[in-house]
């Protein structure tokens, strides 16, 4: 890890693209500056871990870092951020460089992009716009791409003013014509009316997705979400639990939409189990916002595969960055088995103790995953009941189902019918409750 300057240093994160070329030979990649910032009390090293992960995520963009500036103040300035003698530096700096574009590691105010881009005269861009364009980049169903275009629009109507120069002369056409109208406000008005289509869209798209769900939950089997921080292997998991073909690459956001499979538990059981939409630090507020709809899977679950990258530098900030969105979507209550992947690449044992019932898996090589299906099974048991049923012999469909939806313990002939003792979730037993006989008691036998 480089040592933190206050002036720029080159290169500093190892190999990012960051190789000066002259202008024949050149590739059209975007060229950046990367900006991180330590403001008192902040600790420097978790900031690098930050630039560099934003380096990263320029890179999947599809631009490449050529510098890295890191400015260390007190606090913010609230017109520049960096503050107006930095900001200097950063111009020419990228004016000697041939940089396209600045990105600051946190999130700018409107009013701080727009001071810095005239002070740049070239874009000036956060974390957040980074983020969301990789998510643009990468949507493919058109929900995906209505959730992520929602997301940019909320991003960018409050910094129209960010393009004032284009946006200051009276606009002409349909609709645009008034006592001082500008085609400033024309657009905001037209971005609004996107939005709220795009938000009637989803909605739709939504209440479908619920009734999907209903009809799973009248299924009877229980439902498990794949949660955790981007590339940490979730959607490696879920092929490998339920061979499936969901889209696996070292990259970051190659998931956005969800994908559910049924896999059977050792027990017999049957489970549903979601991929989802991987986490990342400060997560932009309008793309969980936006993503509601398909991070209902979450909010649903019975209980959360919290996957964890435990090769990665730091799986500490990863696990709190996604419990924090997990907070932040309603769905901290909801009980988690913490499953620490990559264990090929890394030695979890530290990691086993500092978070008990936890589980160490390698996706990659298949390793640890009869100890992650007990650990789910043990889990979802915990919310199931064991009861006692006596099912006529001539309602042979109902003992079908019981075999079908729960665990059947034991079952034997009596005169009457057949008697079988059967762990069960609540929707099974709200419906097979007129041939319960007792209730064996909670939380296993
Ligand atoms: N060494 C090793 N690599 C793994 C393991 N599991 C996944 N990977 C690799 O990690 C990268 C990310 O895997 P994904 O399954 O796409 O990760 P994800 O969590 O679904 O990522 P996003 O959808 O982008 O949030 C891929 O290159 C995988 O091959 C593992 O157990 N060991
Ligand atoms: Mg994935």
Redesign the pocket.
Known sequence: MPEIEEKSHRGGFGDLGGEERGLIGRSFRERIIAVGFVTEGKDEASVLLEVEELCRLINTAGADVVEIVIQKKASPDPATFVGKGKAREIYELAETLDVDTVVFNDELTPGQQFNLEKIFHRSALDRTAVILDIFAQNASTPEGKAQVELAQLQYRLPRLRGQGRNYSQQAGGIGTRGPGETKLEVDRRRLVRRVHKLERQLKAVGGHRKNQSKKRRHSYNQSVAIV?Y???????LLNLLADSDAV????????LDPLTRRIQLPGGESIFVT?T??FVQKLPHQLVEAFKTTLDVVIEADLLLH?VDSSHASPETQILAVRRVLEEIGAAEIPEVLVF??S??SDPSELLMLYPDSVAI????ETGIDKLLSAIADQLRVIWDVVELAIPFDKGEVLAQVHREGQVLMEKATEEGMLVQARLDSFSLSRLSPFLVSEGGRNGI
Do not use: P
């Not at 696996?248 to 998931?255: E, G, K, N, S, Y």
């Not at 390698?362 to 090589?365: F, G, V």
């Open positions: 955790g981007t590339n940490a292997g979730k959607s490696t696996v690459a070292d990259r970051l956001f190659a998931t991929d939409v991987g996957i992947n990559k090929d690449r390698s996706a990659y090589s």
